[in-house]
C-alpha cells in the first residue's frame, strides 16, 4: 500500500500509450462531410426547401452502435451542413421505418437521452478529441445541448443560445438547427473540425451514428468523429459582450419561529464577455439562484458527507477545468461551497483555450458575512497542457482566505486554507485505456505533516473485457475548505473486472460478470473498510435489464456512528462488523409509456440487518410532461440499545410542458429521516432565448398534521441583451 502506487499506475499508462499508438480511432478521411458556405437566409422551420439544402452535401449511411455495431442502421439519418458569417446550420431528416407513435417524453430542455427518439451533433471544435459542444433535439422538438468534456461526457447543466424547429411526417421526422458561432467556442483558423452525428430510435431499439463508435463507449465520444470541412475557415470572433440582468422579488415566512413575512427585493447582473472564438470572461454581480431546482433527497446511512451535483449555471461553463480536479470523492475544488453559508457579493471567471495545446481557468469569488459566517474569498487557478493526442498535464491552486468575520468577534477556523496540485490525464486514441495521476500539498495554518493527498487509477475498456485499478492516500492532516474530502488519513485499493458475453439472439444483447473490491486502510496498514461484490447483468435488446449482487463486507468504526441519523444511541468507536448483503435490481425498457425501475437489498448491517426496496416509476404523456414517482424504504434492525426503525422516503414528480417555452414542475418530498415534508412548484416561462420568467414556491412542514416550518415565493424575471 505505499504511497508510491501512483507511480506503478503512470508507468501502466506509458505501457499502454506503447501499446495502443496515439493515432486517432477513426480515420477521419474516410468520413468527410463538406460544410457549403452560404449568402441566403435560411428559415428554421423545420421545412429543408431553401436552396441551399438542395446543394449541400448529404452524410453517407449512418452505422449502427448499439445493439449491436456491426452494419448500417435500419432507421437511417441524412445530415446536411451549411453556415454563414454568423451561424452554422443542419438540416436532418431521419427517416422512420416502423408505424407508431414515436416515444417523447416532453419539449422540456435537457430530456433524459434514453427516454426520447433524439437526434443530436457532437462536434470537436477544438480538434483535440477531449472537449467540445453537443447539440439535439428529440422528436417533438425539445433541445437538448451540453459542453463536452473527457472526450464524451455531456454536461447539460450548461444552455446554450441556439434556434431548432422539427416537423413530423408519417415516414420521417424533419429537424433543422441554427446555432451561433458567438455561442460556442472554437480554435481560430482551423478549416476542419471533428464531428459526429448520432439517432437514437427507440421503436427499432437502434442507436447509430454517422462514423462509427463501438457500443462499449457513448456515441459523442470524441474519439470517433467525421470531419466537417469549412470552405474557409469559420469566423474570427472579435470582442463580443452579452449582459443577462434580473429583477426578483421574495416573500418568506418562518410560521415555526412567528416571525412576521420578510419581503425583499433584488437585482443582479450577469456578463459575458468573448475575449476570442475560444476565450471568454464571465461576471456576476449579486447572484441569485432561486430558481435552480431543488436537490432530490436521499435517506443517508452514510458515515461521510454525502455529494449533490452542482446546478447553478454560472459555474458550469468550463467547469471540466475545475470540476475534473481529483477523483468524485477527493476533490480539491467543489463550487457548492461558495455560497453555501454565506451570500455571493460578486465573481468571475476567465476560461478557455490559450493557443492551439493549452487551457486556462481562473475564477474568483467573494461572499459576504451572514449571521456566524465569515465573509471569504474563494479563487482557483487552473493551467493544462495537451501532450500525446488525447491526454494533458495540468497545475492548480485554490485558495480560501477569510476576509471579515461576524460583528469582529473572534473566529474559531483558519485564516486561510490552500491547496496546490499537479495532475495527469491519459486518454488513449481509441478510448480503450484511461486514467488519472495526481499530487495535492494543503496549506494552512495548524498541525503540520501529512498534508498531502495522491492516487493513480487506470481503466481499459473494450467491447468484452474491461479492468480498473484506483490507489489512493490521504494524509490526516489533508485539508481542502474549498473541496470535497469525504475522508482523512486513510490508503484505498480499488481494483475491478468484468466481462460481457454478447449474443446473436433476438432478445437478449448481452450478459456477463463484474467483481469489484474497495479496501481502506490506515496509515499503519490496518485494514478498516472491505467490500468485495459480485454481480452478474443481462442486458436484453430493447435495452431492459436485471442485475443480481452478492457483497461481503467488512467494518471497523473509526468514531462513534448512529447508523439512522436520528439522535440514537451511538455504536462505540472500534466496534467491528462482518456483514453479507444481496440485492437484485430490474430496469424497464425505456420505449414505453410507463417506465421504471426496482432494486432490492437484504443483508446484514451494523450487527443487525437491513431491508431495503427502492423504485422509480415515470408515465409520460407525451410531448405533454410526466408524473413520476422515486421512493426508498429500509427497514433497519438493530440489536439493543441501538434505534431500530423505517426510514421512508417519497417524491412523487408532476413535470408538465405547456409549449416548448412554458413549463410547470411541482415536486413533494417526504423523509421521516428528517421529520419533513417538502413541496417545491416551479414556473418558467421562456419568452426569449435563455430569458426566463420563474415563479418558484417552496414549503416545508411537519409529516404529522402538516404543520407548517416555513414557506416563501420567488418572482424572478431575467433577459439575455447581446
Known amino acids: ?232 475557415a469559420p469566423p474570427k470572433a472579435g470582442v463580443r459582450f452579452s449582459l443577462i440582468p434580473y429583477v426578483s422579488g421574495k416573500a418568506t415566512h418562518e410560521t415555526e419561529a412567528g416571525d412576521p413575512v420578510d419581503f425583499r427585493g433584488g437585482a443582479g447582473l450577469d456578463a459575458k464577455v468573448i475575449l476570442s472564438t475560444s476565450m471568454n470572461l464571465d461576471v456576476t454581480i449579486n447572484p441569485d439562484y432561486s430558481q435552480v431546482e431543488v436537490d432530490r433527497q436521499v435517506t443517508n446511512l452514510d458515515r461521510f458527507e454525502l455529494y449533490f451535483p452542482e446546478k447553478r449555471k454560472f459555474f458550469l461553463e468550463n467547469s471540466d477545468l475545475f470540476a475534473n480536479l481529483g477523483t468524485q470523492n477527493l476533490r480539491p475544488f467543489f463550487s457548492r461551497r461558495i455560497g453555501l453559508d454565506s451570500p455571493v457579493i460578486a465573481g468571475a471567471r476567465l476560461s478557455g483555450n490559450a493557443g492551439k495545446n493549452w487551457r486556462i481557468g481562473l475564477m474568483n469569488m467573494q461572499t459576504a458575512v451572514k449571521d456566524l459566517n465569515s465573509a471569504d474569498n474563494f479563487s482557483v487557478a487552473v493551467l493544462q497542457r495537451k501532450i500525446l493526442s488525447r491526454s494533458n498535464l495540468g497545475v492548480f491552486m485554490t485558495n480560501k482566505q477569510v476576509i471579515a468575520t461576524p460583528d469582529d468577534t473572534a473566529y474559531n477556523a483558519y485564516d486561510f486554507n490552500r491547496v496546490a496540485g499537479t495532475e495527469f490525464n491519459f486518454a488513449s486514441a481509441d478510448n480503450a485505456w484511461t486514467g488519472k495521476v495526481f499530487y495535492h500539498q494543503s496549506f494552512n495554518p495548524g498541525s503540520e505533516g501529512n498534508r498531502f493527498a495522491t492516487a493513480g487509477m487506470i481503466s481499459y475498456d473494450k467491447e468484452q473485457f474491461s479492468a480498473g485499478w484506483n490507489q489512493a492516500y490521504v494524509g490526516g492532516n489533508f485539508l481542502a475548505e474549498m473541496g470535497f474530502v469525504r475522508r482523512t488519513g486513510y490508503h484505498q485499493s480499488n481494483p475491478s473486472v468484468g466481462y460481457k458475453f454478447y449474443t446473436m439472439t433476438d432478445r437478449v444483447a448481452y450478459h456477463g460478470p463484474k467483481i469489484e473490491a474497495n479496501f481502506f486502510f490506515e496509515p499503519d496498514l490496518s485494514l478498516t473498510d472491505r467490500e468485495i461484490e459480485f454481480s452478474y447483468l443481462l442486458m436484453w435488446r430493447d435495452r431492459s435489464s436485471i442485475s443480481l449482487g452478492l457483497e461481503e463486507g467488512y467494518l471497523r468504526l473509526l468514531e462513534p456512528f448512529d447508523p439512522t441519523h436520528t439522535g440514537g444511541v451511538m455504536i462505540p468507536e472500534g466496534t467491528e462488523f462482518n456483514w453479507t448483503e444481496l440485492s437484485l435490481s430490474y430496469l424497464s425498457t425505456m420505449r414505453r409509456l410507463f417506465t421504471f425501475m426496482v432494486e432490492g437489498r437484504y443483508g446484514g448491517f451494523f450487527g443487525g440487518t437491513r431491508a431495503s426496496f427502492e423504485a422509480e416509476m415515470n408515465y409520460r404523456v407525451q410531448p405533454y410532461g410526466s408524473l413520476s414517482l422515486v421512493t426508498s424504504f429500509n427497514r433497519i434492525l438493530l440489536p439493543e440499545p441501538y434505534t431500530s426503525m423505517d426510514l421512508i422516503l417519497v417524491g412523487p414528480k408532476l413535470d408538465i410542458t405547456f409549449t416548448e417555452t412554458l413549463f410547470f414542475t411541482t415536486f413533494v418530498q417526504y423523509n421521516n429521516q428528517i421529520d419533513n415534508v417538502n413541496v417545491n412548484m416551479r414556473f418558467q416561462w421562456r419568452f426569449a432565448p435563455v430569458s426566463d420568467l420563474y415563479i418558484v414556491y417552496t414549503e416545508n412542514a411537519y409529516p404529522t398534521g402538516l404543520r407548517t416550518k416555513n414557506r416563501g415565493i420567488v418572482v424572478k424575471l431575467s433577459y439575455w441583451f447581446n
Open 1 to 232: 500500500m505505499s504511497t508510491r502506487s501512483p507511480v506503478f499506475l503512470l508507468l501502466l499508462f506509458s505501457i499502454s500509450y506503447t501499446l495502443t499508438g496515439q493515432n486517432r480511432a477513426v480515420n477521419r478521411t474516410n468520413y468527410r462531410l463538406h460544410a457549403l458556405k452560404t449568402d441566403q437566409p435560411v428559415e428554421i422551420d423545420g421545412i429543408l426547401d431553401e436552396a441551399i439544402w438542395s446543394r449541400a452535401e448529404k452524410t453517407s449511411p449512418f452505422h449502427r452502435i448499439t445493439p449491436i455495431d456491426t452494419g448500417y442502421a435500419i432507421a437511417q439519418t441524412e445530415v446536411m451542413v451549411a453556415y454563414d458569417d454568423a451561424f452554422i446550420y443542419l438540416g436532418i431528416i431521419c427517416y422512420d421505418p416502423m408505424p407508431g407513435k414515436r416515444p417523447a417524453e416532453s419539449y422540456r430542455r435537457d430530456w433524459n437521452f434514453m427516454k426520447n427518439d433524439n437526434f443530436f451533433t457532437a462536434i470537436d471544435t477544438y480538434n483535440d478529441q477531449t472537449n467540445g459542444f453537443a447539440f439535439g433535439v428529440n422528436s417533438v422538438g425539445g433541445q437538448w445541448d451540453g459542453i463536452q468534456a473527457d472526450g464524451g461526457k455531456v454536461a447539460n447543466e450548461w444552455d446554450g443560445k441556439w434556434y431548432s424547429a422539427v416537423q413530423n411526417h408519417e415516414d420521417s421526422w424533419v429537424a433543422e438547427f441554427k446555432i451561433p458561432f458567438r455561442t460556442i467556442r472554437y480554435r481560430e483558423g482551423d478549416t476542419e473540425w471533428g464531428i459526429n452525428f448520432s439517432r437514437l430510435d427507440l421503436k427499432t431499439n437502434e442507436k447509430s451514428g454517422w462514423a462509427p463508435v463501438p457500443r462499449q463507449f457513448q456515441s459523442a465520444n470524441l474519439a470517433y468523429t467525421g470531419t466537417l470541412v469549412w470552405e474557409s
